[in-house]
């Protein structure tokens, strides 16, 4: 059962989120990061949110500024915004009596929740999919528009058949993320899934985050899955290979 909830972002308008309530006994409660401006509702967050409550692990899953069903303007946020609103997203479950204990994120999200951990106490497990190890990657989606954007402070952005409008801070603010850093010092346990034939964040980013990584980590590979999971068995494959794996960290002590 997915349930409608809706917190504050740190920026102030309030985000849409969709709980997906665990199947049977309660094993943990985690969040889920979407990708660079995906939503909730993509099938990446919709598929592998529903497979872990399934296997009785509740999952926040929600929209970023301005996306999906959130309030807010897009255009306001950054990667930092993004990192400051999934801890807050953990805030939000912790205060209504869900611990967290699992962070999940896809692509720009998975970047999003290495760094997250760092800002809340309770987590003990991050699993990314197919995130970049430099979050400043995401520029290929835009490339085209930077020196409009580096001139004029802000460009329109198409994306799925609207325009959104991305600005300048963004730009600096990805530019100047430090994941490497937040990597080699995450006190958590760290799963990295990639996909060798991702031809969006190449495979070589999983090395590097892994690289990075003290242990305990781990590596799977999600062989066959495109960057973005369409293929329904492989969202589920994923959300099923973290359940497994996060299972020892999910218990209270």
Same mark, same amino acid.
Request: hydrophobic content about 40%; some cysteine.
């Given at each position: 059962m997915s349930e409608k909830v809706w917190f504050p972002s740190t920026s102030g308008p309030r985000l849409a989120g969709l709980l997906d309530h665990p199947e049977g006994p309660v094993r943990g409660w985690g +969040? %889920?990061?979407? $990708? %660079?401006? *995906? $939503?909730?509702? @993509?099938? /990446? =967050?919709?598929?592998? @949110?529903?497979? *872990? /409550?399934a296997e009785g692990i509740g999952m926040l899953r929600f929209d970023n500024l301005g996306l999906g069903h959130s309030e807010g303007d897009w255009g306001d946020g950054s990667f930092s915004h993004k990192i400051a609103d999934t801890a807050q997203a953990v805030r939000f479950m912790n205060d209504a009596g869900r611990e967290v204990r699992l962070l999940v994120g896809h692509s720009f999200g998975g970047a999003a929740v290495i760094a997250a951990a760092h800002e809340v106490d309770g987590v003990r #497990?991050? =699993?990314? +999919? $197919? #995130? !970049?190890?430099? !979050?400043?990657? +995401?520029e290929h989606h835009y490339d085209a528009l930077l020196e409009r954007i580096m001139e004029d402070g802000e460009a329109p952005f198409p994306v799925g058949g609207k325009a959104l409008t991305l600005r300048r801070h963004f730009v600096e603010d990805v530019r100047v993320a430090d994941l490497h850093e937040q990597i080699r010092t995450l006190r958590r346990a760290l799963l990295v899934m990639h996909s060798p034939t991702d031809n969006t964040v190449g495979i070589a980013n999983a090395s590097e985050i892994f690289r990075a990584a003290r242990h305990p980590r781990s590596f799977v590979s999600l062989e066959g899955a495109d960057h973005l999971l369409t293929g329904r068995n492989q969202a589920k494959r994923a959300a099923r290979i973290i359940s497994a794996w996060c299972d020892p960290y999910l218990a209270d002590d």
């Open positions: +969040v %889920f990061s979407h $990708g %660079f401006t *995906l $939503g909730k509702d @993509c099938p /990446a =967050a919709n598929r592998m @949110c529903k497979q *872990l /409550a #497990a991050v =699993a990314s +999919v $197919g #995130a !970049p190890y430099d !979050p400043s990657h +995401v």
